[in-house]
């Protein structure tokens, strides 16, 4: 069983800056309220580890970047205990809308037997920590 959740938000800044804000790790935890903390590097096969929001609590996983395309693209896969459990390959897609106008396309695509229950338990706050991610970039990236 796979599931989705997606997310976009229209940035009124150049897809470079849009992008090394994502892609700066070590700056998370000054204004992401979703993802704390990050650290390591968006490079191929590389593991990063970020520590996100978790209701009332944090959780902290380890996953692996699969592709990067510079200022356009890069996503990784995580998952709970080990693969094919619940397993999330999160995404972001930067698309060039018009001169210094971006489309930041967030989702993620859930998969593994435990996928359903999790994701109706928290699948909607899931959502909205997508969406206050995208706020908190988008205030960041039109910044003078």
Do not use: C
């Given at each position: 069983m796979?599931?989705q959740i997606k997310?976009?938000i229209i940035i009124?800044?150049?897809k470079e800056k849009?992008w090394?804000?994502l892609?700066d ?10 993802i704390?903390?990050?650290?390591g590097?968006i490079?191929p096969?590389a593991r ?5 929001v978790n209701?009332?609590?944090?959780m902290?996983?380890?996953?692996k970047?699969?592709?990067?395309k510079?200022?356009e693209?890069?996503?990784?896969l995580g ?7 619940f ?17 930041l396309?967030?989702g993620?695509n859930?998969?593994?037997i435990?996928?359903a229950?999790?994701?109706?338990k928290i699948g909607?706050d899931?959502r909205?920590?997508?969406i206050?991610?995208n706020?908190?970039?988008?205030a ?5």
């Open positions: 796979q599931s997310t976009e009124a800044a150049p849009v090394n804000i892609t790790l070590e700056s998370y935890e000054k204004w992401n309220p979703f704390v903390k990050s650290s590097r490079t096969g990063i580890q970020n520590t996100m209701g009332d609590s944090n902290t996983f380890r996953p970047v699969l592709t990067v510079p200022n693209y890069f996503d990784w998952s709970l205990w080990f693969k094919g459990l397993d999330g390959n999160h995404y972001f897609k930067i698309e060039e809308t018009g001169p210094g106008q971006v489309n396309i967030h993620e859930f998969s593994g435990l996928s229950m999790i994701l109706r909607e899931t909205q920590n997508f206050k991610m706020q908190a970039i988008k960041l990236a039109e910044l003078p």
